[in-house]
Each structure stands twice: as structure tokens, then as C-alpha cells.
């Protein structure tokens, strides 16, 4: 029976996992392009050299900017705490179920968002905006692909579903949308760009923009243990067949190659048509509730 | 006709209402004291203060008297004593037009209530609670549905369900901002507390679509609601907006408890009205809180036009720390109370459609992500009060010169700022106390019935938990865990203040900053199907080829006004001129109509 501290311990693998992923998935992508790309360790070095720079803070910022980071990052790990990849057991059932993952993912939104505002520039408004008018439609969807895939477990408790979930014609469905939900999420083609700082396109660096230095670092850190959690959630539904340490990694990196091939074979598009994008998600979802009705 | 006295109910249901007024009710008094100073003369403080109290003594006998006609009379003094309050600022025309429309809906409301108690004591005999409930028993099905149609709408016009919720965003700012708290905390509620009383306590839930209907309106009213906050700029009537989306959920709550009453499911059943009444109170506290804040805003700038506000987190401290705690809330963000009682009511439709199949499982699904897409929404709608309101440059004089609030305004958010952290970390305590009255509220009365494990742990199922104490205990831990980790391995932090990267510009002043009709415009255009927005741009020029300024107007339109209430209003005028040819003026014909109308009435209570 696993303990607490081997919830720690997997919170401190994914932890020191999740830049690898970043890092991964732009290797792939520079392969692809018949580029070198730069190493799979850079995500590292950025963290590293933003936590030990100095930072900029603006003058109109308040403390909402100050601590916006802290939250964001907070709220992220404590999500990635619930999630059973590699021990099942009790010590943290109590915490809460799949469900409050996307409260918590919210409550680190909401305080992005403000932050974004915060230094009365009009980049910063111009991502918060974008990024609460995607993940209004995102958070349906995503609430509906969970209820498919807790149906067909009986359960919303992330331990059942970890232990009982099945393959079939919904929880394949299912799994889609939350892979295509996952894309919007972690900012990716074609709902965003990361790779981008071009002032009419970009949605999530554009809140960002006022932040540097170690502040920056945590934000960065935040997206790619989000991303961790989503490629986490999905291996959990989409492949719960092999369990164990080197399956886990065999799933994630399948996804980080999807996720990859994704993003190379696809055009960003533009904030209107990105609800088209997520709109399908969510009939996918519906589509899955409804094979689950009748019994498919 | 009355009974021997009007007893008083002084049962579970009753006494969580009562508590819920009280809770509203003394910070918002506390708040008042320093409100009103300043602002009005002494003897109409006096007479506020009456008028408060009469309104609160009205609310709490809505809720605890056990006789439809005593009922009647309280509901009307409560919607008396609140027009007045309305009305406060009677030298502002907003106000006794806002007055007008609340006073007209209001008694279209009451007319239909009192339609359907009559025909509940036509049938019973007695107006007494206890009686109606035995006698209705025997009533026939296709009447049952027509007092249940009417009670339902009436009482919908005063919880404000769409299409019926015109009046709200038009009373609720124009009354002193202590009063919009009271009404959108508390005095919406009342209906809620009738709907509960009368349809599922007293008549008792008859058919499926009964259920089935409820909830097809809460989902209307949490969209329209949530969507016309989102496009609001004036803070008050964005938190009425905001109110009619709650009502929303709250409904959704009770329709679903009708629903599963009548398909037999008494745990869920239960578990439903949990959900809905723990809401209820939650949106009590922070919409409540969220008022007084707006108060506060307006009181310090002069101005609701959150367009003309701004850096209000540094003049404001506290104001503004209130106020986030109360956006938090309304957004569902753990740890706070209305994340809770949002997660209950999806677990509860989750469970509702793993007990079943087909349509009714696609049914509380859709439902679901309605309420996901209303958080989303909402989420949205107060970032963009928050965030315009108090964070970067002020954006008018007004603001700039913003001062905090006096010490009893503080005082009184502070505690409903403070039962809005402890509602949400208690929770598991205090759902087990809201599900013993939802236990009655539903008139099962079953044995046992538990949703918490613990007084730290809710479990709505015996496999579904959540700890608000353990979540926010570890949020705190990591939040710490970064904090000294960081700088443990990196040194303190090096902070440079800076200017804000203006790209090369020369100098960023308010005008560079996003406003809020800017943050809501995806929305607007993605929802444009529904709100018909309005675009001018007008180029003002000093020649041929130089445009000295522009003007540039955008508004959207309120369909359920422009396309409903419109055609009502013109067709009463209109029938107004037909009836006016049968007023000749000879008193001759006036006894003859008189005569007539007797007659009249002999046959209606002949042939009914």
C-alpha cells in the first residue's frame, strides 16, 4: 500500500520530468524541419537562468502581480499531487476527485488573467482577454469529456478511474477531446503558438510579457507541469491497458510525438475559427456521452 | 378564513432562510451607518434605517408564516418597503422609473400568486399550510399543472428567472448599495423559498416535466444571465446580471431535487437540494459582499462606469481585497465557498446520469456543461470587474483621487468576506448541517442521510470526497514550499521597478489600457447571434485628408426588452385607446356595467 510519500516522490519525478516534455516536443518539431533544434535539456537552462536573474516589476503593477506566480504554480502542483500515474492508493483520495483539476487549473487562470491587466499595458489586456474567451469554451468541453470517461468508470475519483477505466467507443472519443483540449491548454497550434511574439497573434506570452526573472521562471515551470498533467490525464484514459513506471514513460512520449506531428501539420488559426477547433472538441465529448446513452 | 391565528412554521426550512436573512442582514447594517452618511440628510437617514428594518421584519415573516393568505400579505409588504428602498434617491429619474418597472413585475408576480392560492383554497377550504398540503392531495392532475404553472412564474418574476428578470438590473443599482446587497442576496431568495414551500413541500411534485422545465429555465437564466453581465460596464447592474445567472444555478438545484423526487431517487433527490440550498446561501454571502464592494467603488469615485475606474488596489487596499475575495467566490475558484457548492451541483448531475440511461443521461450531461460553460463565463465576467476596476492606471480624475471607505463599511465586508473563506473550508460541516434541511425541504424525511464523512471531508458518494481544509492546506504548504525553496537555492529576489514596456512608444497613459468593452469583445462577437451588437464609428475631420477624432459607439441589445416586453407595453397602450370608447361619461351606463359585471360574476360562480 502506497503512503504519502510516495505521492511525493511521484510529484517530484513529473516535477523534474515536465521541462524534458517542452524540450522533447521541440526536438521532434526541429528534426522534422530538418533543423538541429536546440537540445532537449534547454527548457533546464531557461529555468535555470531565469530564477537566478533580477527582475523588472512595473511601476502601476500591485501585489496581484507579485503574487500571480506563486499561485499559478501552486495550483498547478497541487493538481498534479491528484494524479495517479504511478501509485494507486489512499493517502490523498480525500483531496478531491477529476473534477476540482479543472477548478484548481481555473483558479491559476484567474489570477494570470488579472495579472495580465495588471501593468496597464494593452498587450497584457489583449492576452487576457484571448486567453479567458478560449478557456470559457475549453472548460465545458473539457468538464464534458471528464463526465464521459467518469461515466464509463462509475466514478469521478481519480483512483477508480486510474484502476477501472476501459477502451471503449466513448473513452476513445473522449480521449480525443481532452488531447485536443489539452492543445488549447498548453498553448499550442493551432489555438496559440508558443513559439511567438508577434503582438497580433500570440494569446498566452502576451500576459506574460511584463514578467521576467524569476517570476518568469515560475510561469514556465507552471506550463509545462500543466502540459505534464494533461499527457499525464490522457495516458491514464487513453491506455490504461500496461501500468508501471516504464509504460508510463512509453505513453507520454507517444503523446509528446502526437502532440509534435500535431502542431507540424496544422496552421495556427485565427481566434474565431479557434472556437471552431474547440467547438469540435466538444461535440467529440458529446458524441462519447452519447454512445455511452445508448450503450455502444 | 385566516384559521383560528396565523401560526408561524418554525421548521428546518423556515429557520435556514431566517439564518440566511440574518447573516445578509447585519453586516449590511453595520455597512449602512457608514453608507448613507454623508449622502443624505438626517431625517431621511432615519427614515432609510425604518424602511431597512420594516424590509428585513418583512423578508423573515415571508419565510415563516404558515398561511397562503398572511403569506400574501407579508410577500406584499416585503415588495412595498423594497420599491421604497428603490426609490431612496427619489430626485433621480433612474430611480423612480427602475422603481415603476419593479413595482409593475413585482405585482404581475403577485397577481399570479394570488390566482393560484385561490384556486388552492377553492379546492381546500383553508389557507392553512397543513390543510392545503392534506387536501391537495385529491386535486385533479391538469389542475395541479396549472397551479404549478402559475406559482411557478410567479414566484420566477421575483427570483428574476429569464425572461421575467427585466426588472433586476434596472432596481437593483439604482436602490443604496446596502439595499442591492439585501435584495440580491436575500430578497431573491424568498421566491426560492416559495417555489420550495409550495410546489415541492405543499403540492407536492407531480409530473417529470415539472422538474424538466425548472431546469431548462435555471440553464436559460444562467446563459443569459452570465452573458449580459459579461457585457456590462456599469458594476451594479453587472452584479444583477450576475444575480439572475446564481438564480440560475440555484434552480437548477431544486428543478433537478423535483426531478429525481418524482423518478424516485431519494438520496440524490437530497443531495440536489443540498447542492442548491448551500448555493443559495453561498450567493447570499458573496453577492452580498460583491454589492457592498460596488458601494464602497461608488461611494470613493462617484462613478458605477467601471470604464472610468482603474488602479483602484492602491487607493482601496482593503476595498479591493474584499472584492477579490468575493470575485474568487462568484468564479468558483477553490478554496472559496462557491467552488464548493458548484462542484456539488456538477457531481450531483454526474450521479444523476450514472443512475441513468438514455435521454435523461444526455440530459443532465448537457445540463453539466451548461453550468461549466456559466463558470467559464463568469469567470470571465469577474476578472474583467476586478481587473478594469481595480488594477493598472486609474482612468479618470475621480479615480485617481479615490479614497478607502469608512471604518463600518470595512467592517461590514470584512465579515461577509471572512463567511465566504469560512463557508468554503467548513464545508463538509456545513453540509451536513444544509442536508438535514434539505432532507425536509425535499418532504422525504428520511433516516439517514450523510454527505459528509467527517466535519473535514464532504463525499456526496461513497467513492467522490473532497476536503476544502486538506486542498487548502496543501495549496498553502506548495505555495510555501516555493517561496523558501527559491530562495533558499537562488538568494532574495533582485526587484527593479521599472516603466511598463511601451515598444518604443513615448509615453503610456490610461488611454494605451485594455477597457472592459475591449476584454469582452471576443465574446460579444462570438455570441453576437444573440446580443445583436451595435458598431458607429463616426470620423470627426478637420479637412479632406486630416480626421481630428473619432466617435465611436457600440452597445448591444437586449432582445427579451426590444423584442417582448416592447410588444407588450405598445399593446397595452394600445388596448387602452379601444377601452377608452366605453367610457361615455353618463352615469346611467356606468350603473349598467355595473349590473352587468354582477351578473357576470353569478354565472362564473354558477358554472364553476
Not at chain 2, 5 to 29: N, Q, V
Not at chain 2, 559 to 569: P, T, V
Request: proline residues 3%.
Amino acid at each position: 500500500m502506497p503512503n504519502a510519500l510516495h505521492f511525493f516522490f511521484q510529484v517530484l519525478v513529473l516535477f523534474v520530468c515536465a521541462p524534458l516534455l517542452s524540450g522533447i516536443i521541440t526536438k521532434i518539431k526541429n528534426n522534422l524541419r530538418f533543423r538541429r533544434g536546440p537540445s532537449i535539456f534547454q527548457p533546464y537552462f531557461n529555468l535555470l537562468k531565469y530564477f537566478s536573474k533580477d527582475e523588472v516589476v512595473s511601476v502601476h503593477a500591485s501585489w496581484i502581480f507579485k503574487i500571480t506566480p506563486y499561485i499559478v504554480i501552486t495550483s498547478t502542483t497541487t493538481a498534479l499531487l491528484m494524479l495517479p500515474v504511478l501509485f494507486y492508493g489512499r493517502p490523498l483520495i480525500f483531496m478531491g476527485d477529476f473534477l476540482v483539476i479543472i477548478f484548481l487549473l481555473s483558479l491559476g487562470r484567474f489570477f494570470l488573467i488579472l495579472a495580465g491587466l495588471d501593468p496597464a499595458t494593452t498587450f497584457g489586456g489583449m492576452g487576457s482577454s484571448r486567453e479567458m474567451f478560449i478557456a470559457s469554451f475549453v472548460e465545458p468541453v473539457a468538464m464534458l469529456a471528464i463526465f464521459a470517461i467518469a461515466l464509463v468508470a462509475g466514478s469521478t475519483n481519480l483512483q477508480t478511474i486510474a484502476q477501472t477505466s476501459t477502451i471503449n467507443t466513448s473513452t476513445i472519443m473522449a480521449s480525443v477531446a481532452l488531447f485536443l483540449v489539452a492543445l488549447a491548454e498548453t498553448s499550442r497550434i493551432p489555438v496559440d503558438n508558443q513559439e511567438t511574439h508577434l503582438e497580433l497573434t500570440m494569446i498566452h506570452e502576451a500576459m506574460l510579457l511584463e514578467y521576467s526573472g524569476r517570476s518568469l521562471g515560475l510561469l514556465e515551470l507552471a506550463a509545462h507541469l500543466k502540459q505534464i498533467l494533461f499527457l499525464g490525464i490522457i495516458s491514464l484514459v487513453a491506455f490504461p491497458a500496461f501500468v508501471g513506471i516504464q509504460f508510463f514513460i512509453l505513453k507520454i512520449l507517444l503523446l509528446c510525438l502526437i502532440m509534435a506531428l500535431t502542431e507540424l501539420s496544422m496552421a495556427k488559426m485565427r481566434l474565431f475559427r479557434a472556437v471552431d477547433f474547440i467547438a469540435f472538441a466538444g461535440i467529440l465529448s458529446i458524441m462519447a456521452i452519447i454512445a455511452l446513452a445508448l450503450g455502444v | 378564513m385566516l384559521g383560528s391565528a396565523c401560526p408561524l412554521l418554525l421548521d428546518p426550512l423556515s429557520l435556514f432562510f431566517g439564518i440566511t436573512i440574518f447573516t445578509l442582514a447585519i453586516p449590511t447594517f453595520i455597512y449602512s451607518f457608514g453608507y448613507l452618511r454623508g449622502h443624505y440628510s438626517l431625517s431621511k437617514i432615519w427614515m432609510g434605517q425604518i424602511l431597512f428594518v420594516i424590509f428585513i421584519l418583512s423578508m423573515l415573516a415571508v419565510v415563516t408564516v404558515g398561511n397562503a393568505f398572511a403569506f400574501l400579505i407579508v410577500w406584499e409588504i416585503m415588495s412595498l418597503s423594497s420599491y421604497f428602498l428603490v426609490v431612496f434617491d427619489s430626485t433621480n429619474k433612474k430611480s423612480i422609473e427602475a422603481g415603476t418597472i419593479y413595482l409593475v413585475m413585482t405585482h404581475i408576480g403577485t397577481a399570479l400568486l394570488t390566482i393560484a392560492f385561490l384556486l388552492m383554497y377553492k379546492h381546500c377550504g383553508s389557507f392553512d399550510f397543513s390543510v392545503l398540503h392534506n387536501a391537495l392531495i385529491s386535486l385533479p392532475e391538469r389542475q395541479k399543472d396549472i397551479i404549478f404553472l402559475l406559482l411557478l412564474f410567479g414566484f420566477g418574476t421575483k427570483a428574476g428567472i429569464v425572461p421575467l428578470h427585466i426588472w433586476l438590473p434596472y432596481a437593483h443599482p439604482q436602490a443604496p448599495s446596502h439595499i442591492s446587497s439585501l435584495m440580491s442576496g436575500v430578497m431573491i431568495k424568498t421566491a426560492l423559498y416559495g417555489i420550495i414551500r409550495f410546489i415541492i413541500l405543499i403540492l407536492g411534485v407531480n409530473s417529470l416535466w415539472w422538474g424538466e422545465l425548472v431546469i431548462v429555465l435555471a440553464c436559460i437564466s444562467c446563459l443569459v444571465g452570465v452573458i449580459y453581465a459579461l457585457m456590462e460596464q456599469d458594476i451594479k447592474t453587472l452584479l444583477a446580471y450576475s444575480s439572475v445567472e446564481n438564480i440560475g444555478i440555484i434552480l437548477l438545484g431544486i428543478g433537478s431535487s423535483m426531478l429525481f423526487l418524482k423518478l424516485g431517487a431519494s438520496t440524490l433527490a437530497i443531495l440536489a437540494m443540498t447542492a442548491g440550498l448551500y448555493h443559495l446561501i453561498n450567493h447570499a454571502v458573496f453577492k452580498g459582499l460583491l454589492f457592498l464592494g460596488a458601494g464602497s467603488i461608488y461611494n470613493a469615485t462617484g462613478t458605477r462606469n467601471i470604464e472610468k475606474l482603474g488602479g483602484l488596489i492602491k487607493s482601496m487596499p482593503w476595498t479591493a481585497a474584499y472584492f477579490l475575495i468575493g470575485s474568487m467566490a462568484i468564479s468558483a475558484l477553490p478554496p472559496i465557498n462557491g467552488f464548493i457548492s458548484e462542484w456539488l451541483t456538477l457531481i450531483m448531475l454526474f450521479l444523476g446520469a450514472l443512475t441513468y440511461t438514455g435521454g435523461m443521461k444526455i440530459f443532465l450531461c448537457f445540463t453539466a456543461a451548461i453550468l461549466a460553460l456559466t463558470g467559464g463565463l463568469a469567470a470571465a465576467c469577474f476578472t474583467k470587474a476586478f481587473g478594469i476596476t481595480f488594477l493598472a492606471q486609474p482612468r479618470s480624475a475621480r479615480a485617481q483621487d479615490a479614497k478607502e471607505s469608512s471604518l463600518s463599511m470595512n467592517i461590514g465586508m470584512g465579515i461577509l468576506a471572512f463567511f465566504c473563506i469560512a463557508l468554503g473550508l467548513g464545508a463538509a460541516y456545513f453540509i451536513a448541517l444544509i442536508s438535514s434541511v434539505a432532507n425536509f425541504a425535499t418532504g422525504l424525511n428520511m433516516a439517514k442521510i450523510n454527505f459528509s464523512l467527517n466535519p473535514f471531508v464532504v463525499a456526496p458518494h461513497p467513492h467522490i470526497f473532497l476536503s476544502p481544509l486538506l486542498l487548502s492546506g496543501i495549496l498553502i504548504i506548495i505555495a510555501a514550499f516555493f517561496t523558501l525553496g527559491l530562495r533558499l537555492f537562488f538568494g532574495k529576489a533582485k526587484v527593479t521597478i521599472g516603466p511598463t514596456w511601451d515598444c518604443g512608444y513615448y509615453k503610456l497613459t490610461h488611454r494605451n489600457e485594455y477597457t472592459a468593452t475591449g476584454f469582452s469583445k471576443p465574446f460579444r462577437l462570438a455570441f453576437s447571434f444573440f446580443l445583436f451588437p451595435f458598431h458607429k464609428v463616426q470620423k470627426i475631420k478637420e479637412s479632406r485628408y486630416h480626421i481630428k477624432s473619432f466617435a465611436y459607439e457600440t452597445h448591444t441589445t437586449k432582445i427579451f426588452l426590444e423584442y417582448f416586453y416592447k410588444n407588450f407595453i405598445a399593446g397595452i397602450f394600445g388596448t387602452g385607446k379601444y377601452m377608452r370608447n366605453i367610457q361615455a361619461g353618463s352615469i346611467h351606463i356606468y350603473l349598467g356595467y355595473i349590473c352587468l359585471t354582477i351578473l357576470l360574476l353569478l354565472v362564473f360562480i354558477g358554472w364553476f
